[in-house]
């Protein structure tokens, strides 16, 4: 009988996801506690034809050279590719696909999540409450401030950004954003383009940062920005860690430069830098911008559809390499 090709998964995906795979494919599936190295990842590849990763695995040019060679593509579960070398994968002629587009609404949902939790102090007051340490309302005490009327600056006005903005115009607040270039939908939602990152930012009483992290964008928010922030500001960041000088950052909270920030991803995920534990003005989350049933079985499902294209030696529809 015809053997079934081998479709291995770093993780467990939603269960509608692993039907349709195990419909077509023997599947192996990975768990969800263990942190894979370059030699776990190629034993859970062995003998595979296409491997389904996450961002929370690093596919740098060693742990690709490690993969099996029947490894035909690498289908990350994720909008985001910075975890995946794509120089080593086009030289060895593996294809890398994503999943784009069906995580905008669920993440702008979280990043107004956080513009709120941080003006409104919603992450301290709930330990306040939980601790026994809350004594009743006080008409002076655990003022947050609002965000009716202010200025959000957005960095990076694709799909996501856009929907942030439109989140933040239903509560009242003015919308400017730095792109590469100007956006004309933006316009229609009334956001407006500001043409160099250093001027958005010292208009921005909220800056929620929305671009890919690539070499450019390293460490784009770094001291020499974040003195130019109005004083008090919040940081947003549901976009990647390292869009971030963590360092810089902490020091702003701990000063009141920043005066809270809302934080759904890190640098080095999980092991993220233990002073932000410390900070009562930081919302910290564990990366669940697509965290839906609704979002992570669409793109579960989109990247199945990238590995059946491949497998059937079609073009995959969200192609990478
Ligand atoms: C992505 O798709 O890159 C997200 O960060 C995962 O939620």
């Known amino acids: 009988m015809h053997k079934k090709q081998l479709i291995a998964i770093t993780r467990r995906m939603p269960a509608a996801c692993e039907e349709r795979l195990a419909a077509r494919y023997a599947v192996r599936?990975?768990?969800?506690?263990?942190?894979?190295?370059?030699?776990?990842?190629?034993?859970?590849?062995d003998g595979a034809d296409a491997f389904i990763v996450t961002p929370s695995e690093v596919l740098d040019a060693a742990a690709i050279a490690a993969l099996p060679a029947s490894v035909k593509v690498l289908s990350t579960i994720s909008v985001g590719y910075e975890h995946i070398d794509l120089g080593a994968a086009r030289d060895r002629g593996l294809r890398v696909t994503n999943t784009p587009d069906v995580l905008t609404e669920a993440t702008a949902?979280?990043?107004?999540?956080?513009?709120?939790?941080?003006?409104?102090?919603?992450?301290?007051?709930?330990?306040?409450?939980?601790?026994?340490?809350?004594?009743?309302?006080?008409?002076?005490?655990?003022?947050?401030?609002?965000?009716?009327g202010k200025r959000l600056g957005i960095v990076g006005m694709g799909r996501i950004g856009a929907a942030t903005a439109v989140r933040a115009k239903a509560f009242g607040m003015s919308v400017l954003y730095h792109n590469r270039r100007p956006v004309p939908e933006a316009g229609e939602i009334g956001a407006v383009f500001v043409d160099t990152l250093d001027a958005l930012i010292a208009q921005s009483d909220v800056l929620s940062l929305h671009c890919p992290l690539t070499p450019e964008t390293k460490n784009l928010l770094n001291a020499a920005r974040i003195a130019l922030l109005p004083p008090g500001a919040v940081v947003v960041n549901t976009a990647r860690g390292g869009l971030v000088d963590d360092n810089a950052l902490i020091l702003a909270l701990q000063s009141g430069k920043v005066s809270a920030a809302g934080l759904d991803v890190f640098a080095n995920e999980p092991l993220l830098d233990p002073r932000y534990l410390t900070l009562e003005n930081a919302v910290l989350l564990p990366h669940i911008g697509s965290g839906t049933i609704e979002t992570r079985t669409a793109m579960g499902m989109r990247a199945v559809e990238n590995v059946e294209a491949v497998m059937d030696g079609r073009e995959p529809p969200y192609a990478v390499v």
Do not use: N, S, Y
């Open 109 to 148: 949902d979280v990043a107004l999540l956080l513009i709120l939790a941080a003006t409104r102090r919603a992450g301290e007051g709930e330990r306040m409450v939980r601790a026994g340490r809350w004594k009743g309302l006080r008409p002076t005490r655990f003022l947050g401030t609002q965000i009716t």
């Open 29 to 45: 599936l990975g768990d969800d506690e263990t942190a894979f190295t370059t030699e776990t990842l190629a034993r859970q590849a």
